[in-house]
């Protein structure tokens, strides 16, 4: 079944601790870190130093999100803070290979990114080598969009792909994924979904956002 991993770019920064905690007890596969550095996206959000803290009080693993002009001068820093998976985006990757094997030989999991406009062709040759591929379903920088549902297209080709190729990466859809908008994800071949509005939202406990969550994928 399709995994949840709550983005805590929609969390309230003065309650992370407790609410990651309470995302972990009730079921997040993952956290996830969306790091900006105010040029490859306008926003600037989190550092390294956030995930050494969550990495101290969380179990599960933690997924570092680079949204960030430069990922290969990021690595280290959040490597050493205990990131489990570092995710970059092939828009700003120049020495691709590189950075798989840099991430790869420090134990950890290599992510590519791919935003809504990227076609698979970009990355395809590099599918034999990663962990996981982030599908983005939404233009990256800003929680709370809605998911562009032709994005998925390119969920369905890339598990044609893994399936034919036998190919061990994790397909993730990162953007407006929602209660209403869930099934299709899952039905579409991803195997981890990042939700950060549909959990970290104040008008429902974290408890039961993820309960609405994980119930809608078994309509
Ligand atoms: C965009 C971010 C968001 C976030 C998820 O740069 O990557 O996709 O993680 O946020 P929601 O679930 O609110 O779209």
């Known amino acids: 079944m399709l995994k949840i991993a709550p983005s805590i770019l929609a969390a309230n920064p003065l309650n992370l601790q407790r609410d990651c905690l309470e995302a972990e007890k009730y079921g997040a596969y993952r956290i ?9 996206v306008p926003d600037i959000t989190f550092g390294h130093n956030i995930v050494a803290y969550l990495n ?18 990021q690595l280290e820093l959040f490597l050493n803070a205990g990131a489990d998976v570092l995710t970059f985006h092939i828009e700003t990757s120049s020495d691709v290979n590189r950075l798989i094997d840099y991430i790869q030989s420090n134990k950890k999991k290599a992510g590519i990114a791919i935003n809504p406009d990227t076609n698979i062709e970009n990355v395809e040759k590099y599918l034999e080598y990663i ?15 809605s998911l562009i549902v032709d994005c998925l297209d390119k969920v369905k080709q890339l598990r044609k ?11 993730q859809v990162d953007g407006g994924v929602k209660k209403d908008n869930i099934k299709l994800v899952n039905d579409a071949g991803a195997d981890i979904a990042v939700a950060g509005t549909a959990i970290f939202n104040s008008e429902n406990s974290i408890q039961n956002n993820l309960q609405a969550l994980i119930d809608a994928l078994r309509l």
Do not use: A, C
Not at 32 to 40: A, E, N, P
Not at 161 to 171: S, T, V, Y
């Open 32 to 40: 996830s870190v969306d790091v900006m550095d105010g040029h490859f």
């Open 56 to 73: 101290r009080i969380l179990n599960i693993d933690i997924e570092v999100h680079l949204m960030v002009e430069n990922p290969s001068s």
């Open 131 to 145: 962990d996981e591929l982030t599908v983005m379903t939404v233009v990256p920088g800003k929680g709370g969009q």
């Open 161 to 171: 792909i893994k399936e034919m190729n036998n190919l061990g990466f994790d397909i």
